[in-house]
């Protein structure tokens, strides 16, 4: 039985690191993976601003399982010198963050063009899995829309190449680009490290709660904790719709029914719908206390 910690992108609550805590809190969690915080991106914070962050999160009993880092969310065609720059400065705000894990990507590729890039994507990804092994940190492959690893021929494709690298599962985003989330899941499980919980539906590529669309969430869980007996991360990333935000959306015709009122009412209620999954599975939550 694997042990499931509950973490989030606590910035889809509020843009304040004040806001963030109070949400986490709110829910009974205690781990966080910052992305942006008081409207800034982390990547881009000083060292005095991180270990501020820093010491606040302590103050509040609150972990950062792994840094939601940008990295890899470049062009494979852009040049890699100041990528690798920014790539250098994630590793420092690993460090300065207190985590051994950073979440990252594998470069947007066309894709029909995917055979003719994919050396250039496995040399820069060794480059940074090796920098990243000896600085003690772990990279970890989200699968996303238009890079390398956007489908599971592409991810397995990275996993296997690169035995390093580690892959985080986000059913959502297989679903999303109009993948198979179940075949997504059984090439990333051999390298899995953590997992992002949000669902989609396939008509209109919609973000919707964990359990509500088509990437079989609930099943992924049981078996990833049929697989596993240590801790694994579940990073709830809501991306859910406000009133406000819905009214953007380019799908105005699609009857949707999970739009919310404000940012912290969706963010409890993703929070809660992997709660409630959990339960139904029989699940125990592990607390994560920092």
Do not use: W
Not at 32 to 55: C, F, H, M, W, Y
């Amino acid at each position: 039985m694997a042990k499931f910690l509950i973490s989030a992108f606590a910035d889809e609550a509020s843009e304040s690191l004040e806001g963030q805590i109070a949400a986490l809190k709110r829910n009974g969690l205690h781990c966080i993976e910052p992305r942006n915080i008081n409207g800034g991106a982390v990547l881009k914070k000083t060292d005095e601003e991180l270990k501020e962050i820093r010491r606040q999160l302590d103050e509040a009993g609150i972990s950062v399982p792994s840094f939601g880092s940008p990295i890899g969310k470049y062009q494979i065609t852009d040049d890699f010198e100041p990528h690798l720059a920014d790539f250098r400065r994630a590793l420092e705000v690993c460090k300065l963050l207190g985590t051994r894990r950073m979440r990252m990507f594998s470069f947007y590729v066309p894709q029909d063009k995917l055979a003719e890039h994919r050396d250039e994507v496995m040399r820069r990804l060794q480059i940074m899995l090796d920098e990243a092994k000896e600085a003690g940190i772990l990279l970890c492959h989200e699968n996303e829309g238009k890079i390398y690893g956007e489908c599971p021929e592409g991810v397995e494709d990275l996993l296997k190449t690169l035995p390093d690298l580690r892959g985080i599962f986000d059913p959502a985003n297989f679903v999303h680009s109009q993948h198979d989330a179940v075949k997504g899941l059984e090439v990333t499980l051999p390298s899995l490290e953590y997992m992002h919980v949000k669902d989609c539906l396939y008509e209109g590529s919609v973000i919707v709660p964990a359990g509500a669309g088509e990437g079989h969430v609930k099943e992924a869980l049981q078996k990833i904790d049929a697989m596993f007996d240590g801790e694994i991360v579940l990073t709830v990333e809501p991306h859910l719709f406000t009133s406000e935000s819905y009214k953007k959306f380019d799908g105005k015709e699609l009857k949707h029914k999970f739009v919310f009122e404000t940012s912290d009412e969706a963010f409890d209620y993703a929070v809660n719908a992997l709660k409630g999954m959990l339960a139904e599975i029989g699940h125990p939550i592990v607390d994560g206390r920092g």
